[in-house]
T-cell receptor
Framework: QKEVEQNSGPLSVPEGAIASLNCTYSDRVSQSFFWYRQYSGKSPELIMSIYSNGDKEDGRFTAQLNKASQYVSLLIRDSQPSDSATYLCAVQGGSEKLVFGKGTKLTVNP | DTAVSQTPKYLVTQMGNDKSIKCEQNLGHDTMYWYKQDSKKFLKIMFS???????INETVPNRFSPKSPDKAHLNLHINSLELGDSAVYFCASSQTGPISYGYTFGSGTRLTVV
């Protein structure tokens, strides 16, 4: 059974649009949730963290968490070509282990 | 610069050889990790050390042996390399506590076994 699932995409949006990335997880005791961005050939970079139900906004990024539905999402407003990357959802349960989804590749077309 | 640094960045070697990858962090974190990212970009944890003590050891062939001389260093030694070991290996670190702030990753080591 997969622990963290993401739509592998690819997801393609025009510049200026909203990109919506989704993630579900199986471990109900998960406590911490993260979104990482990974450019091709680079290392994962933390862009958002969320710990409680609801929305968390940081600039053009909004993370949403629904623990009852075991669902996490990331919205990117006013998408830019520089947002083109693979976005990794990561979930942390009782242990320190961070479990990653397989990532969603986003392309923002100028 | 505060960071997680790995060496080497690229490693090309023949099957059957033994190789090591080194990792150092100067963030003051108490936990370090090794992750493997395969050709399909899936990041999977291999090992974790907290203050030099092994705390996570996923299902990894025993040809892989981590070693942590102190909490700022975590090395990975691989014996008898196989073609399937080709991947990008990432080191990461974090600080344990009541709130998790996620991991900081090194730049990765691209291992190619020929």
């Amino acid at each position: 059974q997969k622990e963290v699932e993401q739509n592998s995409g690819p997801l393609s949006v025009p510049e200026g649009a909203i990109a919506s990335l989704n993630c579900t997880y199986s471990d109900r005791v998960s406590q911490s949730f993260f979104w990482y961005r990974q450019y091709s050939g680079k290392s994962p970079e933390l862009i958002m963290s969320i710990y409680s139900n609801g929305d968390k906004e940081d600039g053009r990024f909004t993370a949403q968490l629904n623990k009852a539905s075991q669902y996490v999402s990331l919205l990117i407003r006013d998408s830019q070509p520089s947002d083109s990357a693979t976005y990794l959802c990561a979930v942390q349960g009782g242990s320190e282990k961070l479990v990653f989804g397989k990532g969603t590749k986003l392309t923002v077309n100028p | 610069d505060t960071a997680v640094s790995q060496t080497p960045k690229y490693l090309v070697t023949q099957m059957g050889n033994d190789k090591s990858i080194k990792c150092e962090q100067n963030l003051g974190h108490d936990t370090m990790y090794w992750y493997k990212q395969d050709s399909k970009k899936f990041l999977k944890i291999m090992f974790s050390y907290n203050n030099k003590e092994l705390i996570i050891n996923e299902t990894v062939p025993n040809r892989f042996s981590p070693k942590s001389p102190d909490k700022a260093h975590l090395n990975l030694h691989i014996n008898s390399l196989e073609l399937g070991d080709s991947a990008v290996y990432f080191c990461a670190s974090s600080q344990t506590g009541p709130i998790s702030y996620g991991y900081t990753f090194g730049s990765g080591t691209r291992l190619t076994v020929v």
